[in-house]
């Protein structure tokens, strides 16, 4: 089903390399990604994660959410679908 997860309050610091590593104590990592604004090009404070199955997904929300990384406590969820906006 969902193998993706919303880590929110990320540090601005935070590259897609150290996100992976964190995770990857959890579990097996597929893809990790944390948005940039178009314009200004500064990251915005969240990412996405994708774990290689539901029970690492699981483990990983289980594990780290409240988790501090660079000063900051991560949040960590299941993704909600992308939908369309107007």
Same mark, same amino acid.
């Given at each position: 089903?969902?193998? *993706?997860?919303?880590? +929110?309050?990320?540090?601005?610091?935070? /590259? &897609?390399?150290?996100? %992976?590593?964190?995770?990857?104590?959890? @579990?097996?990592?597929?893809?990790?990604?944390?948005?940039?604004?178009?314009?200004?090009?500064? *990251?915005?404070?969240? +990412?996405?994660?994708?774990?290689?199955? /539901? &029970?690492?997904?699981? %483990?990983?929300?289980?594990?780290?959410? @409240?988790?501090?990384?660079?000063?900051?406590?991560?949040?960590?969820?299941?993704?909600?679908? *992308?939908?369309?906006?107007?």
């Amino acid at each position: 089903m969902n193998n *993706k997860l919303f880590v +929110g309050n990320l540090s601005f610091k935070i /590259e &897609e390399a150290e996100l %992976q590593e964190v995770f990857s104590q959890t @579990g097996s990592v597929l893809s990790v990604s944390i948005p940039t604004d178009k314009y200004t090009g500064k *990251k915005r404070g969240f +990412g996405f994660v994708e774990m290689g199955s /539901e &029970e690492d997904a699981e %483990q990983a929300i289980k594990a780290l959410n @409240g988790r501090a990384l660079a000063g900051r406590e991560m949040s960590v969820n299941l993704a909600r679908p *992308k939908t369309r906006q107007p």
